[in-house]
């Protein structure tokens, strides 16, 4: 969907923000094991993903902008196209909210890595 090269392409197939080539995480999110667990350096250029203590910590913000946007288009989406009540559309945005945590978290950290790590196409020996 993304041409390799580009910022949108590391992030939608979570691969590494400098080749492009390696993964970011060591399992997919369709097996739900390990899902949060990632390689500590890029397995194809050895670009290093943990770059100090607590880098993630700041892909909070990331979730958190994501995740609001989330409900609050879920919420725009249920009052205003399925006709469904205030209660019901916050329900139903709070049940959908949940089911995408994990894609949420492993997306802010893919986005978080990308604003630092720069793609060089020639960068694939390790
Ligand atoms: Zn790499």
Sequence with gaps: ????????????????PRCHEGDLY????ASMQGIYNMHDNCPKCNQDYQKEPGFYWGAMYIGYALSSGYMLSAMVLCIF???FTVNQSFATAIVGGFLFVPLVARLARAIWINIYVKYKPSSNKV
Aim: with cysteine; aromatic share 18%; glycine share 4%.
């Design 81 to 83: 196209v399925f006709d």
């Design 1 to 16: 969907m993304f041409k390799k090269g580009s910022k949108l392409y590391s992030i939608s197939k979570f691969k590494c």
């Design 26 to 29: 060591k399992s997919s999110l």
